[in-house]
């Protein structure tokens, strides 16, 4: 292709009507056609004089100049591969043509040839996805995506939004992401989700698609769980379109509910409040002689919204009427412990059980002023965490508590750790599917401002850190570490170097790329002040062993083709590098 921007859009070339014109342009000499436009213009009787002339003036040498900066930029440890391709994309960025390009490569019936290798290079590819999320509507880089589906690199395009244009490559990215998905954890899920959901989102035709291949699926065997990709999908509709209807209607037709069923849990859904009226509605449904499938009420906001409504003194809804309770507390334990098997119930042995849980759960609470000691209910609460949907409610009432009240400024001694802390570890280690609310709720305590003084305000945070490790002891590692790599700049360093040297005495290798990558970045934030510490010795004996692991861990992470294979390496040997000056 011509260096010329205006041969990206349909310009003039060196074919035009004034061939001379055309080798006065920069560099014309080193057009890719120019051995036939010289044939041409010597056959048109040219003049040689004029020709050398015109073409020893337009020359430029940008090629040599790009070189010769390359060069340059070597000798300072600078990658120029990188650099020129951060120019090139700049360009094309600013200049490029959507429909000059149309026309001049998607007006006939012949197709680009150089786009096929083209889209075998990572830059490039990069490139096309960059373009088409600017002009989406361009015939060219539309075209070009499908090439790079055809070519099997469904997984890099999840991201773009023109994905969805096309019904062949939509089905191709949601079947390849779907299939990664299947063997994900819940860390590698969240890492994966915001693509797909984006790329599912993109209208109310895709998202109608996808929400009924998942409802399908659902019914498969061990397909219960694809629940949690459909109701990340209801949030990403919601957010973009901002149309509730679109999303319960949706969900109640794909499930067969009855009128009345339907209108029940989406009026609770859309409002946010269980009036008593809907409540009573579902409570005889589900109490009925042929009840309706539980797969209406297992939906995370109902659980929030009815857990909520009980166990939150403060919920908007106002105070539930005694004599309303106990339906409401039943209908939580039903939709939480009942088992179907298509869609008929087999087993009911465990809502009685569960239901008694979050009775003497309601009692044990109802009796104790929010904010009082929580010394005398231990036993009651620790009894309550053993039933998972009490668990949740107790961690309802725990976030209640600590944001609402004045617990923390009355009860917290900095040589105690807090009740509800501890609490908060108990769920973490019974339930690990609660794992992930439990961190939401650790961040928000964490960065909740109190009324202590500094000292014991720091020693708070640092009990809450502690519950963070805890965490990654249990194997929910990246959401931490991703958390605190982001607040380490903002963060006191006393924290910082206290998370990064428990966190180093408890992990043993091999470790992976990212959490590599992710502890190296705060080391190197606080190199300095670790220097001066005991928590050098801490950090060397662990920079040795990564040093010296095999490189065969990355398979587990692969890095992106853009990433340099031995960034990480680099890093780690530039801080031991570091710590070693101390030693001079």
């Not at 010597?42 to 090629?63: E, T």
């Not at 029940?264 to 009226?277: D, E, F, T, V």
């Not at 009490?390 to 600590?402: D, E, G, K, P, R």
Request: hydrophobic share 40%.
């Amino acid at each position: 292709m011509s260096r010329n921007a205006g041969d990206a859009s349909g310009g003039d070339t060196l074919s035009g009507t004034d061939p001379m014109k055309a080798f006065q342009s920069p560099d014309a000499i080193l057009e890719p056609d120019i051995m036939t436009q010289l044939t041409n213009y010597m056959k048109d009787g040219g003049q040689p004089l004029l020709l050398v002339n015109a073409l020893s003036s337009s020359y430029v040498g940008m090629p040599e100049m790009c070189n010769l900066m390359a060069g340059w930029a070597t000798e300072f440890d600078i990658d120029p591969v990188e650099v020129m391709q951060e120019a090139v994309k700049e360009q094309l960025m600013s200049k490029f043509d959507p429909e000059g390009v149309d026309l001049k490569f998607m007006s006939g019936s012949e197709r680009p040839e150089w786009l096929s290798p083209m889209i075998q290079h990572p830059f490039w590819r990069s490139v096309i996805y960059e373009l088409s999320e600017q002009h989406k509507k361009c015939s060219l880089l539309n075209y070009a995506i499908q090439r790079i589906s055809d070519a099997g690199y469904q997984g890099e395009i999840a991201s773009v939004a023109t994905a969805s244009t096309f019904l062949k490559v939509f089905s191709g990215v949601l079947l390849d992401s779907l299939d990664k998905l299947r063997e994900e954890d819940d860390v590698g899920l969240q890492d994966r989700l915001p693509d797909l959901v984006k790329v599912c989102c993109q209208s109310e035709h895709t998202y109608l698609f996808t929400q009924v291949l998942l409802f399908r699926l659902m019914k498969t065997d061990r397909g219960l769980p694809l629940k949690r990709i459909s109701k990340e999908l209801e949030s990403g509709v919601l957010e973009k379109f901002n149309r509730p209807p679109l999303v319960s209607i949706l969900r109640m037709l794909l499930a067969g509910a009855s009128s009345n069923v339907a209108s029940a849990i989406s009026a609770i859904l859309q409002s946010r409040i269980p009036s008593p009226g809907d409540v009573m509605l579902l409570h005889r449904a589900y109490t009925s002689d042929d009840p309706p499938s539980t797969y209406f009420l297992r939906d995370p906001d109902f659980f929030e919204i009815m857990l909520s409504s009980i166990f939150v003194p403060s919920f908007k809804g106002g105070v539930v009427k005694q004599d309303h309770k106990e339906k409401y507390l039943w209908l939580i334990a039903y939709a939480a412990s009942v088992q179907e098997e298509d869609e008929r119930i087999t087993d009911t042995s465990e809502v009685q059980p569960t239901y008694e849980a979050l009775c003497a759960l309601e009692d044990t609470l109802s009796k104790r002023t929010a904010g009082t000691d929580l010394t005398p209910i231990l036993k009651n609460l620790l009894i309550a965490i053993e039933t998972p949907v009490a668990s949740m409610a107790l961690l309802y009432w725990i976030q209640f508590v600590i944001r609402e009240t004045s617990y923390i400024e009355t009860y917290f001694r900095s040589h105690e750790v807090p009740v509800p802390l501890l609490l908060i570890e108990e769920m973490a280690y019974k339930h690990p599917l609660q794992q992930a609310n439990i961190f939401g709720t650790l961040v928000d305590f964490f960065e909740a401002p109190l009324e202590l003084n500094p000292e014991i305000m720091m020693t708070y945070r640092k009990s809450i850190l502690d519950r963070m490790i805890y965490l990654i002891q249990l194997n929910y590692a990246m959401p931490v570490l991703d958390y605190i790599q982001v607040r380490a700049r903002k963060m006191d360093q006393s924290l910082s170097m206290h998370f990064v040297k428990k966190v180093l005495e408890m992990v043993r290798g091999p470790y992976s790329k990212k959490f590599i990558e992710g502890m190296s970045q705060m080391i190197e934030e606080i190199v300095e002040v670790i220097k001066k510490t005991d928590t050098e010795a801490v950090v060397r004996a662990w920079l040795d062993e990564v040093a010296s692991q095999p490189d065969d861990f990355e398979m587990a992470t692969p890095p992106s083709a853009l990433d340099a294979p031995d960034a990480w390496l680099t890093t780690v040997m530039d801080l031991r590098r570091r710590l070693d000056e101390t030693r001079r």
